[in-house]
């Protein structure tokens, strides 16, 4: 049976002081299927100490803050100037982000080694993979996703960025692994910016059914030790920070 594996590459929040934790981006790997979610600042190089980035088969991207997405600059550059053949990458992101990275880097069509149509919700078959995406609430045009290798199984469902919890307990099922942000971690939300406390994601976890729950993207103020207390007062099921490196086998 094949397996649906998590790779954590970036845990890190918009900013942090701690060493090593690039901004978000997670490998998911099964069936000889390769995929990314997001690849924020940082994320390129530790990407690429795990696998070849020019191997993958798809990028996702949740929505359109940076540290969601700005290593597309480094990986555009890499497929363009690094590799031996010229080499593409699909790319699935909001619509607007091509007009950004040509106004970004004063050149139209920037990101043409990476094609591929504007993100919309519903799914789609990359390989051996099921890639759901679901808006939440977060800016205009922020995802969600449910990955699962075929139609069956256990799936990993990624918040993105999300301020509301029924946007993200509508994409898990029971026995799913939620690998989700708690940004604000064990601090008290603010209303003007769209993100989860560790106690709300526990809470999807647990209401949701979920199998595992992992913490991403806890800012440094947020406590991030706190946070997993926090999370495990609620869920009973495994709950862990995410960590650069860290492997998960989805349904295991
Ligand atoms: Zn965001």
Redo the contacts with the bound molecule.
């Keep these: 049976m094949p397996e649906l594996r998590l790779t954590v590459i970036g845990p890190g929040p918009?900013y942090t002081r701690r060493r090593g934790r690039t901004s978000s981006c997670y490998l998911v790997e099964g069936g000889g299927t390769a995929i990314v979610l997001d690849l924020g600042q940082g994320s390129f190089a530790a990407l690429g100490a795990r696998r070849e980035p020019r191997t993958l088969d798809a990028i996702f991207i949740s929505?359109l803050?940076p540290?969601?997405h700005i290593d597309l600059v480094a990986l555009r550059h890499y497929l363009k100037y690094g590799c031996p053949t010229a080499t593409t990458v699909p790319l699935h992101a909001p619509g607007d982000i091509r007009a950004r990275y040509d106004v970004l880097n004063g050149e139209i069509g920037f990101l043409d080694a990476l094609p591929g149509p504007p993100l919309v919700a519903g799914r789609r078959h990359v390989g051996a993979l099921v890639v759901q995406a679901e808006r939440v609430t977060?800016?205009d045009s922020?995802y969600g996703f449910r990955v699962t290798l075929g139609d069956g199984g256990p799936g990993l469902v990624y918040s993105?960025?999300c301020g509301r919890m029924a946007d993200l307990l509508a994409l898990v099922r029971p026995g799913d692994t939620l690998l989700s942000e708690a940004a604000w971690g064990v601090n008290d939300s603010i209303d003007e910016a769209e993100?989860l406390t560790a106690t709300e994601a526990a809470t999807v976890a647990r209401d949701g059914g979920a199998s595992r729950l992992i913490l991403t993207h806890v800012l440094d103020e947020g406590r991030p030790v706190a946070s997993l207390r926090a999370a495990q007062r609620v869920f009973d099921g495994p709950v862990q920070l995410a960590a650069p490196g860290l492997e998960v086998v989805v349904g295991a």
Excluded: F, N, Q, R
Aim: a negative charge; aromatic letters at 0%; zero cysteines.
């Design positions: 918009a929505h803050h540290d969601h977060h800016t922020s993105g960025d993100h």
